[in-house]
Structure formats: structure tokens, C-alpha cells
């Protein structure tokens, strides 16, 4: 098996000029290498939005969420709750699923590991999620439950 890493780079939140300065452009957000595992695609795009009490990491996944691609999300989610720990007024991760068009039990194994570290943290892992193919196995599993699971990225 081929080892791999996921660079993921965090964006900071704009910060408002203070009258008389200029504020540089926004950077849009920084997009980790599609990573190639097992033939299949899977890319991350991480960025910094705010939420009503605080900042929260978006992790925004597209592609198959399987065991061959697990291993990837879970590498990005251990860095991403690291850094949260040093960023003030950080609440958590929201882990946005909207364009996976399909979740596996590996996939489901990583977010569920996910929820119970953030917790233990002190943070919140919110999910999104709008496919059937995604939403079925969280309900058949009772994941639903225990999750803080949406259908659209609303604060």
C-alpha cells in the first residue's frame, strides 16, 4: 500500500480595515491535491467561515467516502482539529458532505471516530449532507442520532 499525505492550509477570516487602510483581496480557499487512493478521486477543500458563536473549520469533501478513501478525511480531520485547538474563538468543524455521491463504512467509521475526538475536545462536528446514498447509511446505522446532522450548511 502507498503512503500518502494531505497538505491542508487554513485560511484566516478577513479581517476588516480599520477607516483609512486598504484590506488586501480575500484569498479565495486553499484546495489540498486531489489524492489518488485505490483508482478513485477524492478531494478536500478546507477554509475558515464564521459561525454564530465563533469560527468554525469547513471541510468540504467531493468524492466517493470509502474504505480505500477514509483514511484521507481522517488524516485531514486529525490536523484540522490540532489547529483548531490554537485558534481563539474556534467552535468546531463543520464536515460537509453535499457532493459525495457515496458514503461507505469505512467513511462512516472515520466520522463517527471524528465526532467522539471533537467532543472530547471540547468541539462540535456539524455534517452536511444531502444525497440519499449518504443520508440512508447514517439513518440505517443510528449515526443520524448521535451526529449533528443537516441537509444544508445553515448556522
Known amino acids: 500500500m502507498e503512503s500518502m499525505r494531505v497538505h491542508i492550509s487554513l485560511v484566516d477570516t478577513p479581517r476588516i480595515p480599520s477607516q483609512g487602510q486598504v484590506s488586501p483581496p480575500p484569498e479565495p480557499p486553499r484546495i489540498a491535491a486531489p489524492t489518488r487512493r485505490a483508482g478513485r478521486l477524492l478531494r478536500l477543500v478546507i477554509s475558515w467561515q464564521r459561525c454564530g458563536s465563533g469560527s468554525e473549520l469547513r471541510v468540504q469533501i467531493t468524492g466517493d467516502l470509502d474504505a480505500a478513501t477514509a483514511p484521507v478525511l481522517s488524516e485531514a480531520l486529525i490536523r484540522a482539529r490540532r489547529d483548531l485547538r ?7 468543524i463543520m464536515l460537509d458532505l453535499c457532493a459525495v455521491p457515496f458514503l461507505g463504512a469505512g467513511g462512516m467509521h472515520v466520522i463517527a471516530n471524528a465526532h467522539n475526538d471533537c467532543a472530547a475536545d471540547g468541539l462540535r462536528l456539524r455534517v452536511v449532507a444531502q444525497h440519499l446514498a449518504v443520508t440512508r447509511p447514517l439513518t440505517l446505522t443510528g449515526l443520524d442520532r448521535l451526529l449533528d446532522l443537516r441537509p444544508t450548511p445553515s448556522r
Open 86 to 92: 490554537t485558534v481563539q474563538g474556534a467552535v468546531g
